[in-house]
DNA sequence: ATACAAAATAGGAATAGATATCATTATTAT
DNA sequence: ATAATAATGATATCTATTCCTATTTTGTAT
């Protein structure tokens, strides 16, 4: 009961999203493991993004703007979505931003007893690319 | 050309908005202006909410999960959500989490050019009454 | 190898939240 | 009071995601 069977649709799923450092939608990734799996369908895609999330092998990352978007680098770090290309970049921990903008939060009683036990904290701005040239 | 004109709805609802703090849903804010407002719609209601946000006089909240919740408080300030009971609660500014945790984001610059100008961070952890009783 | 049971898929329908459309109504300037 | 036009209500549409069911695939036991 239970058993975890494989199947070569979420292998493809895994592979590919692992493969990009660009975080995907739902929608990125079906548009690309079609190519090798004519038949697949969206519902699979998501049913196996949200297999790799529970399993802890893929978070997702909500962004402001509503959309959701899927990341196959699962250690802690931060993104930054550019408000003119709309792609999400990594913060690399060793960023000067990531150490001065924000403190790892401890657990953090309030006044009326709520207790805090984490945040998620979401970067905006523009990108190399669109600053750049 | 552009003129505003006032309508009874809308100002039913900043009105309903304002008189809360507990962060309603557009469908929570229809499900009460209709009290008054028998015949209103619910594109109405989206309408104005975001005729209140362009107008600087409302903030959307969007959390983790998903969904969008409205703000008439429009004063710097910080959310919590409880991932129990899923109410969103504010974090005052003399709070000492938010001192604590949270340092503002001045514009900086990542060695690829990037530069990031803003930053949303989101609070999770157990309300009063979750914890509480 | 073969058969069986469980898990996973494909395809499509169903849902939820949000937006857009458009004829009608309400508000405001003159 | 009238004309111009902003705002509404009702409905249609859209998008992302979930759900359903028959079929296929996979792992295991024989």
Do not use: W
Not at 109 to 128: N, P, R
């Amino acid at each position: 009961m239970g058993t975890i069977k494989r199947s070569k649709q979420r292998e493809a799923i895994k592979t590919f999203l692992y493969s990009r450092h660009d975080h995907p939608t739902a929608e990125v990734v079906y548009n690309n493991v079609i190519k090798d799996f004519p038949k697949i369908s969206l519902g699979t895609v998501y049913r196996n993004l949200s297999f790799l999330v529970d399993q802890g092998e893929a978070i997702t990352v909500p962004c402001e703007d509503g959309s959701v978007h899927f990341d196959g680098r699962i250690t802690p770090h931060y993104h930054f979505q550019c408000t003119k290309c709309g792609r999400i970049h990594d913060i690399d921990l060793d960023d000067p931003v990531y150490e001065s903008e924000v403190i790892s939060a401890p657990q953090k009683k309030l006044e009326d007893g709520s207790v805090i036990t984490g945040h998620v904290t979401f970067f905006y701005g523009l990108c190399g690319e669109c600053t750049g040239n």
